[in-house]
């Protein structure tokens, strides 16, 4: 695809033959007298893997709350499926969605975070099929079988009767995982997953996310793994000062980057990760 620059941003343009899953429009959010988001513009297409990167308080996470309505926009829009996010038109006039109408929505999305948030009395067997029984209606029976096969996707079958202290943070955050999943969401968004882990248990929950996305999920990754970024997104996108400076493929987006900012965290990425190695 062709690369448009308009206001010094690099963006990757629309597929007009398709609706996105995910589609942001100018979306502004304000925390105080902080612009955390500056008209933020970004789609997300059926089965492609979004990677977003920049440095800390470049509005990474604000984005992908807004997007899972953690978060009241303050301006601009969001669609899922081109219905309208947090919002609804009433005679004429958009007016915010009330609080069922916004977890309606959201029970379309699942959002896996930087802690593990897994309840530490249930069993990994519950944590996973609770939402699935009570929140969408699933038959018991039908959200277990469909639970432990997911666990033993991810090598964690044995583990079904375990609860989350038995586990290492590694395996808390695949549960964690397996537990998004498990409602069969439209989009998965991921907030910094690894931020929380020892090095060591990082690859694991890496090798996890490779393969939900070799799955053909729809996913918006936020997170500073560039080999994850390079080797398994579809896109990447390129975050400062809450906008979005460069949305290409991956391939182009770290063999060529366009924008002086990204050029220079990428430098400062690589110049990090080697002296963590």
């Not at 979306?27 to 007298?33: A, E, L, P, T």
């Not at 397996?178 to 989009?187: F, H, K, L």
């Amino acid at each position: 695809m062709n690369i448009a620059e308009e206001s010094g941003l690099i963006v990757q343009p629309q597929r007009a033959e398709e609706q996105p899953v995910v589609e942001v429009t100018g979306v502004r959010k304000r925390f105080g007298d902080d612009d955390a988001l500056d008209g933020a513009t970004m789609s997300v297409y059926e089965g492609e893997v979004v990677a977003i990167l920049g440095p800390s308080g470049s509005g990474k996470s604000t984005l992908v709350r807004c997007i899972d309505q953690l978060e009241t926009i303050d301006g601009g829009s969001m669609r899922l499926d081109g219905e309208l996010l947090g919002f609804e038109e009433i005679g004429g006039h958009l007016r915010p969605m009330t609080d069922a109408g916004r977890q309606r929505q959201r029970r379309r999305m699942s959002m896996v975070f930087q802690q593990f948030n897994l309840f530490p009395h249930w069993t990994v067997l519950r944590n996973v099929t609770e939402a699935p029984i009570h929140v969408h209606g699933v038959p018991p029976a039908e959200a277990r079988a469909h639970a432990l096969d997911l666990l033993g996707r991810v090598g964690l079958a044995e583990k079904a009767d375990a609860y989350p202290k038995q586990l290492s943070g590694g395996q808390q955050q695949r549960v964690a995982i397996v537990r998004s999943v498990a409602v069969d969401p439209r989009i998965l968004l991921f907030d910094e997953p690894t931020s929380a882990l020892d090095p060591e248990l990082v690859d694991e929950v890496l090798q996890t996310m490779k393969q939900l996305a070799q799955t053909g999920r729809t996913m918006i990754v936020v997170t500073h793994e560039l080999d994850f970024a390079r080797h398994v997104a579809d896109r990447c996108v390129f975050m400062s000062d809450g906008r979005i400076i460069e949305d290409r493929p991956a391939d182009a987006f770290f063999a060529d980057p366009q924008s002086e900012r990204l050029r220079t965290f990428l430098a400062r990425s690589g110049r990090a990760d080697a002296e963590a190695s």
